[in-house]
């Protein structure tokens, strides 16, 4: 059962696809050179992230989606990184972008890229709707990030709070009553 809480928008819809524009551009002058870029999302957060993302890029692009768990419905990080589905195809020898919604500790970012990394891409970038630097609990940073935030609870572009709240428009602050 979840607590009673209310929602206050903290960054709107406006703002994240003028940001998304902005990052799109960003990736592709780096994958400018890729004949097929394989854009990873991580489930579930990052499905709206990774939707409208891959619409801006003006590249040859394959998606593919991991699935890691590190929460479960809770608020804070078991610090066990458990991968709940794999991808579907091979990255060796590709380039690779791992598309993240957003980054607290860092456990489950470093635990997916150094799992990638054994699979031996090409190359492999990160990018991060949200960043949270002050909770981070490893020595992870995404190459691109949409918006550093506070250490706020929030929901909503895929972000959820027991499986509630991804279909927002908007990252909103979670706020307890």
Known sequence: MTK???????????????????????IKDTFADTDKLVVVGLLRGSFVFIADLVRELDLNVEV???EASSYGDSMETSREVRILKDLR??????????VEDIVDTGFTLSHV???????????LETIALLDKPSRR??????????????????V???ID???RNRNLPFIGKVRFT
């Open 4 to 26: 009673p809480y209310v929602i206050d928008e903290m960054i709107s819809a406006k703002s994240i696809a003028a940001r998304i524009e902005a990052l799109a551009g960003e």
């Open 64 to 66: 593919d989606f991991l």
């Open 89 to 98: 195809g091979e990255i060796g020898g590709r380039d690779v972008l791992v």
């Open 113 to 123: 890229t150094q799992l990638l990394e054994t699979r031996k891409p090409k190359r």
């Open 137 to 154: 609990e490893t020595n992870i940073r995404a190459t691109w990030t949409g918006f550093e935030i506070p250490d706020e609870f929030v």
């Open 156 to 158: 909503g572009y895929g």
């Open 161 to 163: 709070y027991a499986q």
